[in-house]
């Protein structure tokens, strides 16, 4: 059965027919298609002029091919039948290859949790309107929540204001790190802001639908990842009286910071997937460079220190996946609030994992490494990344550590531990 490099499922996971078939549907395509179509992308985008975030064709004919071969929206799975254990190791795969295979499966952020959201609160019109063209791969979205003046880790923070007026509702605000926003295709923002900044805290904020085409919606600069631009772009959006129906509300006024939990705990185990597949292909990268490169008399393999980076690097990814696949387990027995404990740990473990495994390759690789010679530096700006978007690292630490506080202990310690200790120093 196929999952991950061991090629098991774990015990508890009896996969499906239809699993194990797109699995393997999955490899061929990466294998047949994917992986030959990057250099194509990676010209397109060379050649662009600066500032141009429009797609290579390669990938919409990429899309095109996976459709036909039934891998198309496997992330949702009212619409796959996956359960999220049965899409992690699918998932993991697209990560080989992350600008191209999950926009080529559709299951690309931020478009995978606005689906989910629009899924679970939206109204019959809004997912008319909105979920089908995006799970039809037609259009791209945006999640704008992330704001420059606060820290935004905190959503209670939020200053944009959402205010109503009659049958409209008017958005002012400025936002920033709004990935997707720049290319041609995005036509849908979901915008967090507060519609009662008097309520209870974390009754103050709401979100809307607001069109990018809404009259006082300016999209303004992309900013790169550690100097590189992506295609799709993480652009500053400013909101000026910008007016959009009641209507566009999505879900309940008010219910804004419910509805980020629920779009975001289900993003954050699909990053965490993909990236497993990043250091997946990092290490195959560092694998075949000791095999093949050639100091002091012979191949880098032969050196005991190279092996140790490789043998450890298999470790902690087989770590990170083992927490990974044990959280998805969680979210299709229990749901996403039985497992948001698990998913907050992988979203540290494992970011934290790959980027240890991608920069063990670039050493590896020496100056190529860090170069675009190689996508061992895309690689690392992108995971590095990962450990502040969708809550950093501290924030998730801090729920941890409240829960494990929190917690009833297994056994009471003896509340005569200690003196007994220093009784056993003679100290009376």
């Known amino acids: 059965m196929p999952f991950g490099p061991s090629g098991m499922y774990p015990a508890y996971a009896a996969p499906s027919e239809k699993a194990v078939r797109l699995y393997e549907e999955m490899l061929a395509f990466m294998r047949e298609e994917v992986f030959p179509a990057e250099r194509a992308y990676e010209q397109y985008r060379h050649d662009a002029?600066?500032?141009?975030?429009?797609?290579?064709?390669?990938?919409?004919?990429?899309?095109?091919?996976?459709?036909?071969?039934?891998?198309?929206?496997?992330?949702?799975?009212?619409?796959?039948?996956?359960?999220?254990?049965?899409?992690?190791?699918?998932?993991?795969?697209?990560?080989?290859?992350?600008e191209l295979?999950?926009?080529?499966?559709?299951?690309?952020?931020?478009?995978?949790?606005?689906?989910?959201?629009?899924?679970?609160?939206?109204?019959?019109?809004?997912?008319?309107?909105?979920?089908e063209p995006?799970?039809?791969?037609?259009?791209?979205?945006?999640?704008?929540?992330?704001?420059?003046?606060?820290a935004s880790s905190?959503?209670?923070?939020?200053?944009?204001?959402?205010?109503?007026?009659?049958?409209?509702?008017?958005?002012?605000?400025?936002?920033?790190?709004?990935?997707?926003?720049?290319?041609?295709?995005?036509k849908v923002l979901i915008v967090m802001g507060k519609t009662d900044p008097d309520a209870a805290t974390h009754r103050q904020q709401s979100m809307l639908i607001v069109p990018v085409d809404t009259p006082g919606v300016e999209i303004r600069r992309s900013m790169p990842v550690f100097g590189r631009q992506d295609q799709h772009g993480h652009n500053e959006v400013v909101f000026t009286?910008?007016?959009?129906?009641v209507g566009n509300l999505l879900g309940d006024e008010g219910?804004?910071?419910?509805?980020?939990?629920?779009?975001?705990?289900?993003?954050?185990?699909?990053?965490?997937?993909?990236?497993?597949?990043?250091?997946?292909?990092?290490?195959?990268?560092?694998?075949?460079?000791?095999?093949?490169?050639?100091?002091?008399?012979?191949?880098?393999a032969d050196q005991s220190a190279v092996r140790e980076r490789i043998a450890e690097s298999r470790v902690e990814l087989e770590q990170a996946r083992a927490l990974c696949h044990h959280a998805a387990h969680v979210i299709d027995t229990e749901g996403n609030k039985g497992a948001r404990h698990l998913i907050a740990a992988a979203k540290i473990a494992v970011p934290r994992a790959v980027c240890s495994v991608i920069d063990r390759a670039i050493q590896l690789h020496g100056a190529a490494g860090i170069s675009d010679a190689t996508p061992l530096s895309a690689l690392y700006g992108w995971h590095r990344a990962m450990r502040i978007f969708d809550g950093p690292d501290e924030a998730h630490l801090t729920t941890l550590a409240r829960a494990e506080l929190g917690r009833e202990p297994l056994f009471e310690l003896p509340e005569t531990i200690f003196s007994q200790f220093r009784d056993l120093d003679g100290d009376h």
């Open 49 to 98: 002029p600066a500032g141009d975030h429009t797609l290579p064709p390669v990938v919409e004919e990429l899309k095109a091919k996976a459709r036909a071969r039934g891998l198309w929206n496997l992330f949702l799975p009212h619409e796959s039948g996956l359960t999220q254990l049965e899409y992690a190791p699918i998932a993991e795969l697209s990560g080989w290859s992350g």
């Open 101 to 131: 295979a999950p926009e080529a499966l559709n299951c690309q952020a931020p478009d995978t949790g606005n689906m989910e959201l629009l899924h679970l609160v939206g109204t019959e019109d809004q997912k008319r309107q909105w979920m």
């Open 134 to 150: 995006l799970l039809a791969g037609e259009i791209r979205s945006a999640f704008a929540m992330t704001e420059p003046l606060v």
């Open 154 to 186: 905190d959503a209670t923070n939020i200053e944009t204001r959402i205010q109503r007026d009659g049958d409209e509702y008017v958005v002012d605000g400025r936002k920033w790190w709004i990935s997707g926003a720049a290319d041609p295709r995005c």
């Open 241 to 245: 009286g910008a007016r959009v129906p």
């Open 255 to 300: 219910g804004g910071f419910a509805a980020a939990q629920l779009r975001l705990g289900p993003g954050r185990i699909h990053h965490v997937m993909r990236a497993l597949g990043a250091g997946e292909r990092a290490l195959a990268m560092m694998v075949q460079r000791a095999q093949q490169r050639r100091a002091f008399g012979g191949p880098l």
